[in-house]
C-alpha cells in the first residue's frame, strides 16, 4: 500500500516532466525559424543599404525582390514586432523600403493589358 503511494506521485511527476519538455521543444522549434526569418531580414536590409550607398544597379534590383520578400514573408508569419529590441526598429525600416519597392513594381495585369489580347498571362501558386 505505502508503495501505490509512493508510486503514484512519482509517475504524476515523470509524466508532467514529459510533457513540459514536448511542449517546450516545439515552442523552441518555432523560436528557432522567426529567429532564421529575422536573421534573413536583417542581413538582407545591411546588403540593400551598402548597395544603395555604392549605387549598383544590378545589386540593389536583386536585394530589392529579396528585401520585399523577406520582409512580407515574416509579417506574414509572425506579423509586425513591437517591444523595445533593435529587430523592432530594423523591421521598421525594411517594412518602409518594401512598400517603396512594392509601389514601384508593375502589376501582373498591366503586363497583360500591354501584351495584346492574344496573350494569356497565368500564374500559379
Known sequence: ????????????????????????????????L????RGL??????AY?????????????FLKVELLGFTRDYERHFG????????????AEAKVIADRIEKQMVPVSSIGAALGSNVTVEMER
Do not use: H
Open 49 to 61: 543599404q551598402a548597395a544603395e550607398a555604392t549605387n549598383w544597379t544590378k545589386v540593389q534590383s
Open 41 to 46: 531580414l536583417v542581413l538582407t536590409l545591411g
Open 80 to 91: 509586425v514586432p513591437s517591444g523595445t529590441n533593435s529587430f523592432t526598429k530594423r523591421f
Open 1 to 32: 500500500m505505502r508503495i501505490q503511494l509512493l508510486l503514484l506521485p512519482v509517475v504524476a511527476i515523470i509524466a508532467g516532466a514529459v510533457c513540459y519538455f514536448l511542449g517546450y521543444g516545439s515552442g523552441t522549434k518555432e523560436s528557432l
Open 34 to 37: 522567426e529567429k532564421d526569418r
